[in-house]
């Protein structure tokens, strides 16, 4: 507490000095009291500051005995992370999908007012932990041989406090040692230091971002397979047998190393040595046909699942804050599966948006900061010469990044080709930029920036989904911010069902509610499209039924129908394409005999 005499005599005696150096003087002097005041303070009430521990290195000796924890992604990308993982020679674990219990654990052992995923996310590693304790594990042997890796970023949000917070809730929780190690999602491809236990270094990047693309589209296909099975349960059977093939196929995979002699000489050379490599590593993965071919079995075995397109449902497209969208458990209330029993088909998020957004943020502050570094001002108008330096500087940064995202956009395109380019594009980002830019400034960081607004507007406009559900976390700074724009923006575009949720751990019936009554309004516009698509083709639903059963190819969810300009549902899309498919089988009209007519 400040002292009443303290606060009067600061706030009463007026600066009376003349000089610049007598006035300076004193509000060093004023400072300094002030600080000391601060740290008596400080003392009196015994506050412990929490400060970053330094951490026991995980070292490469370490790297056959002790296990690696990591999770909060959905299944499918984390079976595969696991196998990468596997191939290069480490112990992995998977943490559960966090639940309630987790996030109370997350409450009871972190820092007050954090935005629910750092509650999930660390109350669920310090449950794991807990539970290795009470199966006869002595702590010390957890400490010893466990670590947890995730993601870490510096961002203006708490995601830049996630590493603080994990240390500090395993401290309270009594796990105080517990290594956990972070790779900087932001910090290119090589983050390797030499005698780190985990290399973060091309090979590890390569092999993760093929797991997270290909766990991407094959989450994408399970969920537009589900609401149409015909016999339930087939598409979780087939995925479940897609996931063990991958997984080994990732398992086995053999990173490419420069071998026999000529690899001998292309490393020996100064010039060239580590380049080499690296370049060999790089065309691997883009010439390499391995993952693609191992989608396409997994592709021909999915094909055996039937589906009846015909079923009206509502497209809801998700979007939101990264993990609440992502997260397949009580972090998002269980929303994918609520949806589909409610009748809904789930339009997922790919992970892969994420990285191009990230390529394309790195681009544009790249492009803003073009001749000023971190500690440098611009150049004086007059030094051409080192203004000249920093812009080429900045274009090959640009081209640097360029290059990352057709890279990125083409593998992802191979991936998606190998299953029938059933799972959706990724999206255009310098598109969403425009669409999101007026709404929402694309240089405002934190979250999913303005992203939330443009792919609400992106996805109702182009006529991809009935409905936008925004999952975002309690506490939430960047989704608070873009709520406030999400009302101008539905303003704007009447005939957007947009519901924004925000998810906080509890109070799950009353979010299922909300959901409810909005996709009341969702399958009312998705009825009415199939009404008005039935009118136009002067069919019957039974008609085109009866036709997709004659024609198996039609039941194939592999099967490409073409998207229809105006129409959103998969059943309207599917009556329309089937009309022309029979029309095109229809025998030709007799001819009309000469001279009839006008
Ligand atoms: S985006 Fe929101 S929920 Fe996610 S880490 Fe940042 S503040 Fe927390």
Same mark, same amino acid.
């Given at each position: 507490?400040?002292?009443? /005499? =303290?606060?009067?005599?600061?706030?009463?005696?007026?600066?009376?000095?003349?000089?610049?150096?007598?006035?300076?003087?004193?509000?060093?002097?004023?400072?300094?009291?002030?600080?000391?005041?601060?740290?008596?303070?400080?003392?009196?009430? *015994?506050?412990?500051?929490?400060?970053?521990?330094?951490?026991?290195?995980?070292?490469?000796?370490?790297?056959?005995?002790?296990?690696?924890?990591?999770?909060?992604?959905?299944? @499918?990308?984390?079976?595969?992370?696991?196998?990468?993982?596997?191939?290069?020679?480490?112990?992995? =674990?998977?943490?559960?999908?966090?639940?309630?219990?987790?996030?109370?654990?997350?409450? $009871?052992?972190?820092?007050?007012?954090?935005?629910?995923?750092?509650?999930?996310?660390?109350?669920?590693?310090?449950?794991?932990?807990?539970?290795? $304790?009470?199966?006869?594990?002595?702590?010390?042997?957890?400490?010893?041989?466990?670590?947890?890796?995730?993601?870490?970023?510096?961002?203006?949000?708490?995601?830049?406090?996630?590493?603080?917070?994990?240390?500090?809730?395993?401290?309270?929780?009594?796990?105080?040692?517990?290594?956990?190690?972070?790779?900087?999602?932001?910090?290119?491809?090589?983050?390797?230091?030499?005698?780190?236990?985990?290399?973060?270094?091309?090979?590890?990047?390569?092999?993760?971002?093929?797991?997270? %693309?290909?766990?991407?589209?094959?989450?994408?296909?399970?969920?537009?397979?589900?609401?149409?099975?015909?016999?339930?349960?087939?598409?979780?059977?087939?995925?479940?047998?897609?996931? $063990?093939?991958?997984?080994?196929?990732?398992?086995?995979?053999?990173?490419?190393?420069? *071998?026999?002699?000529?690899?001998?000489?292309?490393?020996?050379?100064?010039?060239?040595?580590?380049?080499?490599?690296?370049?060999?590593?790089?065309?691997?993965?883009?010439?390499?046909?391995?993952?693609?071919?191992?989608?396409?079995?997994?592709?021909?075995?999915?094909?055996?699942?039937?589906?009846?397109?015909?079923?009206?449902?509502?497209?809801?497209?998700?979007?939101?804050?990264?993990?609440?969208?992502?997260?397949?458990?009580?972090?998002?209330?269980? +929303?994918?599966?609520?949806?589909?029993?409610?009748?809904?088909?789930?339009?997922?998020?790919?992970?892969?948006?994420?990285?191009?957004?990230?390529?394309?943020?790195?681009?544009?502050? #790249?492009?803003?900061?073009?001749?000023?570094?971190?500690?440098?001002?611009?150049?004086?108008?007059?030094?051409? /010469?080192?203004?000249?330096?920093?812009?080429?500087?900045?274009?090959?940064? %640009?081209?640097?990044?360029?290059?990352?995202?057709?890279?990125?956009?083409?593998?992802?395109?191979?991936?998606?080709?190998?299953?029938?380019?059933?799972?959706?594009?990724?999206?255009?980002?310098?598109?969403?930029?425009?669409?999101?830019?007026?709404?929402? #400034?694309?240089?405002?960081?934190?979250?999913?920036?303005?992203?939330?607004?443009?792919?609400?507007?992106?996805?109702?406009? @182009? /006529?991809?989904?009935?409905?936008?559900?925004?999952?975002?976390?309690?506490?939430? +700074?960047?989704?608070?911010?873009?709520?406030?724009?999400?009302?101008?923006?539905?303003?704007?575009?009447? /005939?957007?069902?947009?519901?924004?949720?925000?998810?906080?751990? $509890?109070?799950?019936?009353?979010?299922?509610?909300?959901?409810?009554?909005?996709?009341?309004?969702?399958?009312?516009?998705?009825?009415?499209?199939?009404?008005?698509?039935?009118?136009?083709?002067?069919?019957?639903?039974?008609?085109?039924?009866?036709?997709?059963?004659?024609?198996?190819?039609?039941? *194939?969810?592999?099967?490409?129908?073409?998207?229809?300009?105006?129409?959103?549902?998969?059943?309207?899309?599917?009556?329309?394409?089937?009309?022309?498919?029979?029309?095109?089988?229809?025998?030709?009209?007799?001819?009309?005999?000469?001279?009839?007519?006008?």
């Amino acid at each position: 507490m400040i002292s009443a /005499d =303290e606060t009067a005599r600061h706030e009463n005696v007026p600066l009376r000095l003349t000089s610049r150096d007598a006035i300076e003087q004193e509000v060093r002097k004023r400072v300094d009291e002030e600080r000391r005041r601060l740290e008596r303070q400080s003392h009196a009430r *015994d506050r412990v500051h929490f400060h970053r521990p330094v951490e026991r290195p995980f070292t490469a000796a370490e790297r056959h005995n002790v296990t690696i924890l990591f999770g909060g992604l959905t299944w @499918k990308h984390e079976w595969l992370i696991r196998s990468a993982f596997e191939s290069a020679g480490y112990k992995v =674990e998977l943490l559960p999908t966090p639940d309630v219990a987790g996030f109370q654990l997350g409450k $009871e052992y972190g820092n007050n007012g954090q935005c629910n995923p750092t509650y999930f996310t660390v109350g669920n590693l310090v449950q794991f932990l807990q539970g290795l $304790e009470a199966e006869g594990m002595s702590r010390q042997d957890i400490i010893d041989k466990y670590i947890f890796v995730t993601a870490g970023a510096c961002g203006p949000c708490r995601f830049g406090m996630y590493e603080a917070e994990y240390r500090l809730a395993l401290r309270n929780s009594g796990f105080d040692g517990f290594r956990v190690l972070l790779f900087q999602q932001s910090g290119g491809f090589n983050q390797a230091g030499e005698a780190d236990g985990l290399e973060m270094n091309v090979d590890f990047f390569l092999a993760f971002l093929n797991a997270l %693309n290909m766990g991407d589209v094959l989450n994408d296909v399970g969920y537009q397979m589900r609401p149409f099975e015909i016999e339930e349960g087939a598409t979780d059977r087939a995925m479940a047998q897609a996931m $063990e093939d991958l997984k080994e196929v990732l398992r086995t995979h053999r990173n490419q190393r420069l *071998d026999g002699r000529m690899g001998a000489f292309l490393t020996s050379l100064p010039a060239v040595g580590g380049m080499a490599e690296k370049a060999g590593k790089f065309a691997d993965a883009l010439l390499g046909k391995e993952y693609p071919e191992a989608l396409r079995q997994v592709g021909d075995n999915l094909r055996a699942v039937r589906i009846d397109r015909t079923r009206v449902k509502p497209i809801v497209k998700i979007t939101g804050e990264f993990w609440a969208q992502t997260t397949e458990g009580d972090g998002n209330y269980r +929303m994918f599966p609520f949806l589909e029993r409610e009748g809904a088909q789930v339009l997922v998020e790919p992970i892969g948006t994420w990285i191009m957004y990230m390529i394309h943020q790195a681009k544009q502050a #790249n492009t803003d900061r073009a001749g000023v570094s971190e500690d440098e001002a611009m150049p004086a108008a007059w030094r051409i /010469d080192k203004r000249m330096a920093a812009d080429l500087q900045a274009r090959k940064k %640009n081209a640097a990044l360029s290059v990352a995202e057709a890279v990125f956009t083409r593998e992802w395109n191979r991936l998606r080709e190998a299953l029938g380019n059933i799972p959706h594009e990724l999206t255009d980002q310098y598109e969403l930029q425009r669409i999101g830019h007026p709404m929402y #400034n694309s240089r405002a960081g934190g979250g999913e920036g303005h992203l939330e607004v443009a792919k609400n507007i992106y996805y109702s406009n @182009k /006529d991809m989904c009935h409905m936008v559900l925004s999952l975002k976390p309690f506490g939430c +700074m960047p989704s608070t911010q873009s709520d406030g724009v999400q009302s101008a923006v539905v303003n704007q575009y009447k /005939d957007m069902i947009y519901l924004p949720v925000e998810t906080s751990g $509890e109070g799950e019936i009353n979010a299922h509610s909300r959901v409810q009554m909005a996709l009341g309004e969702a399958k009312v516009k998705a009825r009415e499209e199939m009404e008005r698509v039935l009118e136009q083709t002067g069919r019957t639903l039974d008609e085109v039924r009866e036709y997709a059963e004659e024609h198996s190819e039609l039941q *194939d969810p592999l099967y490409k129908v073409p998207h229809a300009k105006g129409v959103i549902g998969t059943a309207a899309t599917f009556v329309l394409h089937v009309d022309d498919l029979m029309s095109k089988d229809a025998p030709a009209t007799a001819a009309v005999p000469a001279g009839a007519g006008a």
